[in-house]
T-cell receptor
């Protein structure tokens, strides 16, 4: 069965510091998708990125970057020059494929509570 | 595009009563909808998957007679919590995906249920 591990329960840094959120996953599928979501106090999930298992290219979007390494089953997320508005809970998630060609629901990690202090 | 709404955004009900939560895809046809539950300071757990016109598939440990899911149209799925108890108090979130793009899941804003 699939599993997502976010070992960091809470991270606290001072504004402008760089911070990396770790995500390790387990799956028996060769085709799967990995996601990162941000959940601010309002509760609404904010989609950050989706990456399929065949695309190991790292991605950068502004201050955000993601490092996908299949060899270590990791999909880490880095925020450069953190800002107070980045404070939230961040979830890594995994979706496997199934024979019907669709996708399963997401399996979420336990989340990392990121606190950016001014 | 790809907006999912939920109604109500929060609800308080008395123990023993039933409450219905709606999940709507506003600008696309959702062939598959998912329901998740999130307890305070915890992760999201998948409860069930529903395909339009079919019975929902429930995850292990989720009581299908307690959490009734209906996906009668391509834009609406409902979750009814029957005979609610305080332990059912939680944040319920739905997501929807459309035909041909199963890996794009769009999440609703969530419904906070409090059972007194």
């Amino acid at each position: 069965a699939q599993k997502v591990t976010q070992a960091q329960t809470e991270i606290s840094v001072v504004e402008k510091e760089d911070v990396t959120l770790d995500c390790v996953y387990e799956t028996r599928d060769t085709t799967y998708y990995l996601f990162w979501y941000k959940q601010p106090p309002s509760g609404e999930l904010v989609f950050l990125i989706r990456r399929n298992s065949f695309d190991e290219q790292n991605e950068i979007s502004g201050r955000y970057s993601w490092n996908f390494q299949k060899s270590t089953s990791s999909f880490n997320f880095t925020i450069t020059a953190s800002q107070v508005v980045d404070s939230a809970v961040y979830f890594c998630a995994l979706s496997e494929s199934y024979s019907g060609g669709g996708a399963d629901g997401l399996t979420f990690g336990k989340g990392t509570h990121l606190i950016i202090q001014p | 595009g790809a907006v999912v709404s939920q109604h109500p955004s929060w609800v308080i009900c008395k123990s023993g009563t039933s409450v219905k939560i709606e999940c709507r895809s506003l600008d696309f046809q959702a062939t598959t909808m998912f329901w998740y539950r999130q307890f305070p300071k915890q992760s999201l757990m998948l409860m069930a998957t529903s395909n339009e016109g079919s019975k929902a598939t429930y995850e292990q440990g989720v009581e299908k007679d307690k959490f009734l899911i209906n996906h009668a149209s391509l834009t609406l799925s409902t979750l009814t919590v029957t005979s609610a108890h305080p332990e059912d108090s939680s944040f319920y979130i739905c997501s929807a995906s459309r035909a041909g793009l199963p890996y794009e899941q769009y999440f609703g804003p969530g419904t906070r249920l409090t059972v007194t």
